[in-house]
């Protein structure tokens, strides 16, 4: 039986319209009963979730979009994997600390649904992209995604979330900046010391004037955001340079936004490494452009990041010295630079400081050793061994987690230019086993990751969809941002239901004076950062031994209860005695 090609068409409209009516209607439901139960429970069970309520928003949602699909007939192919996408971001939303591998089987349910849709996807009105249209569009997105960073970074420091490591150390830096232009602090090591002595980062000192006009961590965090995310302009350019189309430069600088790697670093407080961001992808559009001045001003920035960033100057150079494009004496300019910068630093480190972080790559070290040159010695000696080192399970999590909101567009291509852009990678990833640098959540996937954005866009222009496969890439960008980020994002909720005592906590904290010597639990160091003597306690290293603090501070929450009590014990014993105990902390003053 046969049935009328209208009726086929409206039967499929309703089914699919009801569909996409359950898939959001479910969002809707589970959301609200995590918001208003227990969480465990709604992921156990199916008795939290509000029946009517589903029904209700099926029902609306549904109709809603029949209406849609009777009118516009052709979108609905692609109305589904935006649903599956709101679905999968409300269930990570929902779960305290989501599965990086439900959100990475969500993005393929949604790739899959996205990429085998008969039908093109609709694109935005010529005339909207045309022009200053499309910059300010994308300038409008660059701004939202730094203000969301910034606020839950923010948040997370304002309702005690953040510790020494890494935010106060940064921002008792910055205070020794404004006041003297060293990079001094107390809590890095324990005593009176540069930070020149554990990273080479002069490149703090470009945030400086802006810190002297508005002094406090909030800056330092928002102008960190600002700083990541204007990488978005270099890309612009180079995508114009590339002669992309409107709606492709636009797809292009949302995978760009919505890069959860980018995220994950901002999310964990304050770090030089955010840096890498536009100063790579500026450094990759001179050489682009045969700029040899920009390519100059450019690598000398990056090296001005941290000791390590000669590595990414060498391989940009290496990855123009194979290509075609770029001409042989920038190559060799580059790669001097990246050289010599790399050299330069650790060799400063090792006559003033604590030398390069060797100590990350120990797999590769035998008994005696310590230095870089022995590591390329023994790579050298046993490459096998150097390779049975590169994957594990957390590691494979991680090349998924960069890779696949790039829609594995860094890995399209035979060029071997294009391989010396992944060798980073390799390096500074899954060669180490020092756990920190093979998660998305840490500072050290900025400079990677940007080679690898730099990369997908480079390389979109093979796929004959573009506009499909970039979003894609959104999509599943998306997914995994909300997802591995919602632990991040209930700062913001923190912050709210407990600001009584955040408030309790910030008035106990002020009546410490500026110049007093002080030992600080980790989670009050941010807040504290205005002492010159501030001493992180207990302290990780053993340096501020035989100072007697004129205040101790210590974190009084519920789950520092056990050490809580026995340091408390302990200096009430020495003859300090209580002089604030409200909020979190509880503030104890040398007898008189």
Known sequence: MHLPKN????????????????????????????????????????AEINLPLLLISTG?????????????????????????TVFSASVSLSIRYGSAYFQLAMCGIVIGLLLTAKEKLPCLPAKLLKGKNLYMIVTVLAAFMTAQAAFTSIARHLCYGSSTFD?????????????????????????????????FSPIYYLLLPLYMLFPSVELLLTAQAAVCFSGVIPLLLLCKRWRYSESVTLAVSLIFLVYPAFCGGLFYDFHENAFLVPLLLWALYFLEGNNSLGIAVSALLILCVKEDAGIYVVFM??????????????????????????IGAA????????????????????????????????????????????????????????????MLLPLRTRKLSDWMLLAPLVIVHLASDYAYQADIHYQYVFGTGVLLVFLC???IRYCKEKTKTAAAAILAGAIILTGSMSGKYRYIETLWEN?????????????????????????????????????????????????????VVLDSRSGLLAEYGELYTLWLSKGY????FEGYATVLKKGE
């Open 60 to 84: 609306v949602i549904g109709l809603l979009f029949f209406i849609l699909f009777f009118v516009k007939g052709r979108v609905y192919r692609w109305i589904t994997p935006l649903c599956v």
């Open 347 to 406: 060799s400063l480190l090792e006559a003033v400081g604590e030398g390069v972080k060797v100590s990350r790559y120990n797999i590769f070290l035998t008994n005696g050793q310590d230095s870089l040159t022995d590591v390329v010695i023994n790579v050298f000696k046993n490459p096998f061994f150097f390779f049975t080192k590169l994957l594990s399970g957390e590691k494979l999590l991680f090349l998924l987690q960069m890779l696949v909101p790039l």
């Open 577 to 580: 005695e209580v002089v604030g």
């Open 317 to 342: 150079a290496l990855y123009a010295l194979f290509g075609k494009n770029v001409r042989r004496y920038n190559a060799v300019l580059l790669l001097i630079m990246g050289i010599g910068g790399f």
């Open 167 to 199: 935010l106060g150390i940064f921002a008792q830096m910055y205070g020794y900046m404004a006041h003297d232009l060293t990079q001094n602090t107390t809590l890095e090591r324990g005593a009176l010391l540069s930070h020149f002595a554990v990273h």
């Open 457 to 459: 866009a480079k390389n």
């Open 499 to 551: 600001h009584d005592e955040i408030t309790l906590t910030d008035q106990t904290l002020a009546m410490i004076p500026d110049d007093a010597v002080v030992f600080s639990s980790t989670y009050f160091t941010p807040h504290l950062a205005r002492c010159r003597e501030l001493y992180m306690y207990p302290a990780i290293y053993e340096k501020n031994n035989g100072i007697e603090p004129d205040y």
């Open 7 to 46: 009726l086929k068409k409206q039967l499929i409209y309703i089914f699919r319209a009801l569909l996409d009516g359950f898939v959001l209607g479910s969002a809707i439901a589970l959301v609200y009963a995590a918001k208003t139960g227990s969480v465990i429970s709604v992921i156990q069970s199916a």
